[in-house]
C-alpha cells in the first residue's frame, strides 16, 4: 500500500473546539465537502485552503511550492470584512463547521487559472462558467475540523484511516481504484474487471457532489452499482465508497488530481479511461493519458484503456489490441445512446448494460441532474 501523497496522511479535526465568539462564515456544499476532505486527508498533503505561492506553483508548474505534484487548485473565494491574522469558522449549509486561521488574502486572474487549469475561457465549459462567478479574491490557510456533516449518502463514507485498514483487514496490497460519475454498463465493468485481473481487489469510488447538467443522479449511480456489484462481483473483491466532491470537468489536470486522491484512499493503481475527467470538446481523447508522463514521481500507477467494444464475430467484450475483426462487427458503448434508450423507456441490449442495472435506472421517473 503506498504511503499518503507526500508521505503523512493529514488528520485536522478537533471536536472540543470552540466557535462561539468568532465570527461565522456560511459556505456551500462543495466548499463544506472540501474542508472534510482537507481535515481528513482525502486531500493530503494539504492542510488548509492555498496560499498565494502554492497556488500559482500550481496553476504554473503542476506542482505544489515544495515540488509535490498537484494539478488543482483548492481554494476559498471570499470578498468581505475578513483580514489576515483572523479566526474565522466556515459553516456548511450540510451542517460541516470548521475553524480557518486566515493566512493570505490574494487576488487572482480568472481569465489565467481558466487557461491554465481548463484549457480554455469559454464561459459554456461548467468549470469555468464556474470560476467566472468566484469572488475577486481568495483566501489561505490552515482549517480544522470541528463539526462533520450529515448527508443523503453517508453510509457509504469511508474515510482515507478507513479504507487503508480495510484494505489491509482484506490481505489486499494491490488495489485499483475506478473513478465514476456515471452508471455502469458493459464496458466498465469490462474495464473493471480487466483491471482486477491482476490486483487484489478494487475500489470503486463514484464522485457525489455538483455535475453538469444531464449527469446522472448520485443516488441512481450509487443505487445501479449496489446492484452490480451484488449480481456480478465476488463480495470480497470489491469496494463500493463515495467521493464527496465536485466534478470540475478539468480533463488531463482532473485525471492526475482523481490519482492523488485515490492513492491517499490507498490504492496502488488507477484505471484511467478515455476523456477522463472531459466535456465536451475541449479535450483530446487520450490528453489525460499523456499526461501522466510529465509526473513520473506521483506514486501511484496509471492503467489506460483506449477502446472496447463488444464483438459479435468474438463474442464479449474486447478492445483493439485482442479483437482482429473488422468495424462492421463492433458495436461501441456510447453514454449518450444509452442514455436515450432509457429516456424512451427501452430497455438497453444485455450486450450494452446488465439488465439489474438497467432496472434501476428505469424506476426513476428522471434519472437525470436538471
Not at 478537533?14 to 462564515?25: A, S
Not at 470537468?249 to 479511461?273: D, L, Q, S, W
Not at 506514486?299 to 468495424?327: A, L, M, Q, R
Not at 438497453?348 to 438497467?358: D, F, G, L, S
Request: proline fraction near 5%; glycine fraction near 8%; hydrophobic fraction near 35%.
Amino acid at each position: 500500500m503506498p504511503a499518503p501523497h507526500g508521505g503523512k496522511l493529514i488528520r485536522r479535526v478537533d471536536g472540543n473546539k470552540n466557535i462561539d465568539d468568532i465570527e461565522k462564515i456560511k459556505v456551500s456544499r462543495d466548499l463544506a465537502h472540501d474542508l472534510e476532505n482537507i481535515a481528513y486527508g482525502v486531500f493530503s498533503p494539504l492542510e488548509g485552503f492555498m496560499c498565494r505561492e502554492d497556488f500559482e506553483s500550481v496553476l504554473h508548474h503542476m506542482r505544489l511550492a515544495n515540488d509535490l505534484p498537484w494539478t488543482i487548485p483548492i481554494v476559498f473565494d471570499f470578498d468581505d470584512s475578513i483580514k489576515e491574522g483572523d479566526e474565522v469558522a466556515l459553516v456548511g449549509e450540510n451542517g460541516t463547521v470548521a475553524i480557518m486561521n486566515i493566512e493570505e488574502i490574494y487576488s487572482y486572474d480568472k481569465k489565467e487559472y481558466a487557461e491554465k487549469v481548463f484549457r480554455t475561457t469559454d464561459i459554456a465549459h461548467p468549470g469555468v462558467k464556474k470560476l467566472t462567478e468566484m469572488k475577486e479574491k481568495l483566501v489561505g490557510g490552515k482549517i480544522t475540523l470541528v463539526k462533520e456533516g450529515k448527508e443523503e449518502f453517508d453510509k457509504y463514507y469511508l474515510k482515507p484511516y478507513e479504507t487503508r485498514i480495510l484494505f489491509k483487514e482484506k490481505g489486499w496490497r494491490d488495489i485499483v481504484a475506478f473513478q465514476t460519475r456515471n452508471v455502469p454498463h458493459i464496458g466498465h465493468e469490462y474495464v473493471q474487471k480487466t483491471a482486477l485481473t491482476f490486483v487484489d481487489g478494487i475500489f470503486i469510488n463514484p464522485i457525489i457532489g455538483k455535475k453538469k447538467k444531464g449527469d446522472f443522479k448520485d443516488e441512481v449511480i450509487l443505487k445501479a452499482y449496489d446492484a452490480l456489484i451484488e449480481h456480478y462481483y465476488l463480495k470480497d473483491r470489491a469496494v463500493l465508497a463515495i467521493l464527496k466532491t465536485e466534478m470540475r470537468y478539468a480533463g488531463p489536470r482532473e485525471a492526475i488530481f482523481h490519482a492523488i486522491v485515490r492513492k491517499n484512499f490507498g490504492c496502488t493503481h488507477f484505471i484511467v479511461g478515455r476523456d477522463h475527467a472531459g466535456v465536451g470538446n475541449y479535450y483530446g481523447p487520450y490528453d489525460a493519458h499523456e499526461i501522466f508522463n510529465e509526473f513520473p514521481d506521483l506514486g501511484i500507477t496509471p492503467i489506460f484503456f483506449k477502446s472496447f467494444f463488444y464483438c459479435k464475430k468474438c463474442g464479449g467484450v474486447v478492445n483493439e489490441k485482442i479483437c482482429p475483426h473488422d468495424k462492421e462487427h463492433h458495436v461501441y458503448y456510447s453514454g449518450t445512446a444509452i442514455r436515450k434508450m432509457l429516456m424512451n423507456g427501452e430497455m438497453p441490449p444485455e450486450t450494452m448494460m446488465r439488465k439489474e442495472v438497467a432496472e434501476i435506472i428505469m424506476s426513476y421517473d428522471n434519472p437525470f441532474v436538471d
